[in-house]
């Protein structure tokens, strides 16, 4: 394992040349251009690799990374040739605590690599793999970094492994302790601001504050962080309460039916379906919503048949809301006016089919943001 020798040992000499610390890296881009040694557990000799890794590290111990590298191995059997390796994974990187410099981590992931050889059929295997790895800072950004990992897929049970080691380079800001300030006026509230300076005195312990002393507020809707129930109320047009969230109304929305019926028949038309449609979709956009069947004719025949005429076309239109859109029953009511309630004169044809009619209307409530 002589890339790992020489991985150690070149950490040993940078430890004894600086006393250092250097804080933990900062969320960001990382880059990992390493050198390294791949062993095989098959037909393959251990050989050399050359890679990068492009990630993100997160606020947080976990980081992601994309990972390509390649190796050309011979065989050991008589074999002529040799094989091209191309190696490409996505991991993640779980940070262990760091100790002085040193960053330990652990790693998974999944792959795929590619062989390419003259003297065997090309094959691709998809791969898992985990390892241990360290990271040694010499700058608040750059570290020397090295991986053991094993892979295990493919034909077979066979277990392979790689040791690469590299320059990482964090492009986030670090994470750096909080200053120590010393004041002559003192610092009551423990916050890192002179008292002098403090334009918000008195902030609660714990609580991170911006140069001036005052808690920060990201949202900028005037409360801060540490008593913000909704840190992402942007809009400057609404009005915010006492927890930053957005003050709300609450507002009625209502629609209506108005479906005609062919003299003397409770039959639905072809057209009653699409609009009976709107009011189930209305209804099951708001579930607390109920609604309220009439049925209509108009004034030729006997009084009393019509009132059942009128019975009959609001059932109609019930029962499609029931058997054909799933509205239950208990959130629909239907009743008959036979001809008492015309809206149209009866002493027309036109007129007299307006009031063969169905109407229905339903209303619900929703919440809207309360404006200045």
Not at 45 to 52: A, C, N, R
Not at 83 to 97: K, S
Not at 129 to 145: D, L, P, T, Y
Not at 161 to 186: C, M, Q, R, W
Request: proline residues 3%; charged residues 25%; negative net charge.
């Amino acid at each position: 394992m002589v890339f790992l020798r020489s991985f150690m040992f070149l950490v040993a000499i940078m430890a004894l040349g600086t006393a250092k610390a250097y804080a933990e890296e900062g969320q960001g881009f990382t880059l990992y251009p390493h050198l390294g040694l791949t062993v095989f557990n098959d037909e393959l000799e251990d050989d050399s690799l050359v890679g990068i890794g492009v990630g993100y590290r997160f606020d947080n111990p976990w980081a992601i990374e994309l990972t390509y590298q390649q190796t050309d191995a011979d065989f050991e059997s008589p074999m002529t040739g040799d094989a091209q390796i191309d190696f490409w994974h996505l991991g993640a990187l779980y940070h262990l605590e760091k100790k002085d410099n040193f960053q330990p981590f652990l790693s998974f992931g999944l792959g795929n690599a590619d062989f390419d050889s003259a003297s065997e059929d090309d094959r691709d295997d998809t791969q898992l793999n985990a390892g241990i790895g360290v990271k040694w800072s010499f700058s608040e950004q750059a570290a020397v970094r090295g991986n053991l990992k094993v892979f295990s897929g493919g034909s077979g049970d066979q277990i392979d492994a790689a040791v690469s080691f590299g320059l990482h380079y964090a492009f986030g800001n670090s994470h750096k302790a909080p200053l120590e300030v010393a004041t002559l006026d003192g610092d009551a509230d423990n916050d890192g601001v002179s008292d002098s300076a403090d334009k918000c005195p008195g902030t609660p312990a714990g609580v991170s504050v911006n140069s001036q002393g005052c808690p920060e507020d990201d949202d900028g809707d005037g409360v801060y962080n540490y008593r913000d129930d909704c840190p992402d109320t942007t809009d400057r047009r609404a009005r915010i309460d006492a927890r930053g969230c957005y003050l709300k109304l609450e507002r009625k929305v209502n629609m209506t039916l108005n479906v005609e019926f062919d003299f003397d028949s409770s039959d639905a038309r072809d057209e009653h379906e699409a609009e009976v449609q709107k009011v189930a979709g209305f209804m099951a956009q708001y579930p607390n919503s109920n609604v309220m069947i009439e049925g209509h004719t108009d004034s030729v025949g006997d009084e009393t048949y019509n009132q059942g005429l009128s019975e009959r076309r609001a059932n109609t239109i019930a029962d499609i809301l029931v058997k054909k859109f799933d509205i239950s029953p208990d959130r629909v009511a239907s009743t008959g006016y036979g001809e008492a309630q015309p809206i149209a004169t009866n002493n027309t044809r036109e007129g007299r089919q307006h009031n063969r009619r169905v109407v229905a209307g339903v209303e619900g409530e929703e919440e809207a943001i309360e404006m200045k």
